[in-house]
Antibody, heavy 120, light 107 residues
Framework: QVQLVESGGGLVKPGGSLRLSCAGS????????MTWIRQAPGKGLEWIGY????????FYADSVKGRFTISRDNAKNSLYLQMDFLRADDTAIYYC?????????????WGQGTLVTVAS | AIQMTQSPSSLSASVGDRVTITCRAS??????LGWYQQKPGKAPNLLIY???NLHSGVPSRFSGSGSGTDFTLTINGLQPEDFATYYC?????????FGRGTKVEMK
């Protein structure tokens, strides 16, 4: 069964840091681009960025560029999101998602999400 | 960034109705568009990819059409489990951008 499970969310103060993890199972993790998408409470979906299958290429939304870093460890079937200089508007549920055909931007499997709250 | 204008933002419908949701891109995106369904408290699910291709396991009452700048998601014969929020997503170029969503509510 193809599955993604996020972890690492929580409450953090403005200016603080947090590292999210996404563990994949039931598929060959290293064959797929992986993406982070977030959703502020009661709001729509926002694409944050992606990692290519080997982690060589990453790309970020302007809203997080320079503050967030996506990485992966294919030996551990895991994707990471390092979030620094957090702001109140980073408060959201963070989802990791798998590219449908390995490299495209159709997301056929999503994690359950992990909530990040940035507040003092 | 490409802007995706999705309409309507919400609609009320009854079981059995035909429902149409549209997305308009601020520039041509060929067929690089997907549609997602999201239920409260859950992650989104892929319905349609490449504008008109039904994802595996998705009921055939869902269909997508369009190319270039104008796209449509149609639900033929709305079912109780279809009451949800629907999003389009363009992946023609980065940053990927979603429409603002359409909430389909029960009339």
């Amino acid at each position: 069964q193809v599955q993604l499970v996020e972890s690492g969310g929580g409450l953090v103060k403005p200016g603080g840091s947090l590292r999210l993890s996404c563990a994949g199972s039931g598929f060959t993790f290293s064959d797929h681009y992986m993406t982070w998408i977030r959703q502020a409470p009661g709001k729509g979906l926002e694409w944050i960025g992606y990692s290519s299958s080997r982690g060589i290429t990453t790309f970020y939304a302007d809203s997080v560029k320079g503050r967030f870093t996506i990485s992966r460890d294919n030996a551990k079937n895991s994707l990471y999101l390092q979030m620094d200089f957090l702001r109140a508007d980073d408060t959201a549920i963070y989802y990791c998602a798998r590219s449908y055909r390995g490299y495209d931007s159709n997301f056929d499997c999503w994690g359950q999400g992990t909530l990040v709250t940035v507040a003092s | 960034a490409i802007q995706m204008t999705q309409s309507p933002s919400s609609l009320s419908a009854s079981v059995g109705d035909r429902v149409t949701i549209t997305c308009r891109a601020s520039q041509g995106i060929e067929d690089q568009l997907g549609w997602y369904q999201q239920k409260p408290g859950k992650a989104p699910n892929l319905l349609i990819y490449a504008a008109s291709n039904l994802h595996s396991g998705v009921p055939s009452r869902f269909s997508g059409s369009g190319s270039g700048t104008d796209f449509t998601l149609t639900i033929n014969g709305l079912q109780p489990e279809d009451f949800a929020t629907y999003y389009c997503l363009q992946h023609y170029n980065y940053p990927l951008t979603f429409g603002r969503g359409t909430k389909v509510e029960m009339k």
